[in-house]
C-alpha cells in the first residue's frame, strides 16, 4: 500500500504550531507496513486542497488528510475534498446527531456555547462519517480519502477507528555501527547494484551515539540476506553494545 499524507492549515506554514500530526502518523504507517510517498503541507485555500487531493488520490492508494475542519470561516477542507470529487456539501444524519449530543452533554459547563450544528455535520455527498470521540467535528472517508481533525488527540482517536484499513508489506530493522557515515558511504553504493530488492539509509546520530543504517524491503528474506552483506563489510554493534557507548 502506498500513501500520502496532506497536513492542511495556515497556521502550520506559518510555523505557529509544529506539523506533529505528520510524524505521528508516518510512525503508525510505517509500524503497519505502509509505503508513505508524500507528506505536504497546504494552506486553507479550497482550490489548492482540492487539486492536491484529486490529484493524489489518483496516484496513491490510499490518501490521508488532517487539519481544516470546524466552524471558523478558515475552515475549508470539507468543502475542499467535496471540490476534489465534484460532490455537494450534504449534512449527514449520523454525524448531526453526534455533536447535538455532544454539544448537550457539555451544555452545563459552557452555557453560551453557539455551534452551528450543520456546518459541523456537512460531509461531502456519499461520504461515511467518522464521528468525533474526542470533540465536535466529524471526519470522514470519500473514496480512498480519509480525512481528520487537526487537533491531534482528536485525529488519533479517530485514526484509531480506522487503522485496520491501513496495511502494507514493508518491513524494516535498523542496524547500528560507530563508524562515520562518510565511511559507509561507500559500502552503500556498492549495496545498489548487489542488493537491488531492499531500500537503504544512513541517518547519523549525535556525537557518541552509534550511526543508523536502516534496510526496508518486502521480504524477510530479503532483509536478512541484506543484513548478512553489510555485516560483512562495514563494524556493526547490537543495542547493548551501543548504550555502553552512548
Known amino acids: 500500500m502506498e500513501a500520502a499524507l496532506l497536513t492542511i492549515g495556515d497556521e502550520l506554514l506559518?510555523?505557529?504550531?509544529?506539523n506533529t500530526n505528520a510524524t505521528w502518523l508516518a510512525r503508525q504507517l510505517a509500524a503497519r507496513g505502509v509505503a508513505l510517498e508524500r507528506i505536504t503541507t497546504v494552506p486553507d485555500d479550497?482550490?489548492?486542497?482540492?487539486?492536491?487531493?484529486?490529484?493524489?488520490?489518483?496516484?496513491?492508494?490510499?490518501?490521508?488528510?488532517?487539519?481544516?475542519?470546524?466552524?471558523?470561516?478558515?475552515?475549508?477542507t470539507m468543502e475542499s475534498v467535496a471540490a476534489a470529487f465534484d460532490r455537494?456539501?450534504?449534512?449527514?444524519?449520523?454525524?448531526?446527531?453526534?455533536?447535538?449530543?455532544?454539544?448537550?452533554?457539555?451544555?452545563?459547563?459552557?452555557p453560551n456555547i453557539d455551534v452551528n450544528v450543520e456546518r459541523h455535520a456537512s460531509l461531502p455527498e456519499g461520504a461515511r462519517p467518522l464521528l468525533n470521540g474526542e470533540g465536535l467535528s466529524p471526519g470522514c472517508v470519500v473514496e480512498?480519502?480519509?480525512?481528520?481533525?487537526?487537533?491531534?488527540?482528536?485525529?488519533?482517536?479517530?485514526?484509531?477507528?480506522?487503522?485496520?484499513?491501513?496495511g502494507g508489506d514493508l518491513q524494516s530493522r535498523t542496524l547500528l555501527t560507530p563508524l562515520p557515515e562518510a565511511e559507509v558511504t561507500p559500502t552503500l553504493e556498492a549495496a545498489r547494484d548487489d542488493l537491488p530488492e531492499v531500500v537503504l539509509g544512513s541517518y547519523p546520530s549525535r556525537r557518541g551515539v552509534p550511526n543508523r543504517v536502516k534496510i526496508t524491503g518486502e521480504r524477510a528474506a530479503d532483509l536478512?540476506?541484506?543484513?548478512?552483506?553489510?555485516?560483512?563489510?562495514?563494524?556493526?554493534?547490537?543495542?547493548?553494545?551501543?548504550?555502553?557507548?552512548?
Open 144 to 166: 480512498n480519502v480519509y480525512v481528520f481533525p487537526g487537533i491531534p488527540r482528536e485525529m488519533k482517536a479517530m485514526f484509531a477507528d480506522v487503522v485496520e484499513a491501513f
Open 14 to 18: 506559518a510555523g505557529d504550531i509544529e
Open 224 to 246: 536478512d540476506r541484506a543484513e548478512a552483506w553489510l555485516r560483512e563489510r562495514i563494524e556493526v554493534h547490537d543495542e547493548e553494545e551501543a548504550e555502553r557507548e552512548a
Open 46 to 76: 479550497v482550490d489548492v486542497v482540492a487539486s492536491h487531493v484529486r490529484r493524489y488520490s489518483e496516484r496513491f492508494d490510499v490518501v490521508l488528510c488532517t487539519g481544516g475542519l470546524g466552524g471558523t470561516p478558515d475552515d475549508m
Open 88 to 110: 455537494d456539501l450534504v449534512v449527514d444524519e449520523a454525524a448531526r446527531e453526534d455533536i447535538e449530543r455532544t454539544v448537550a452533554a457539555i451544555a452545563d459547563e459552557y
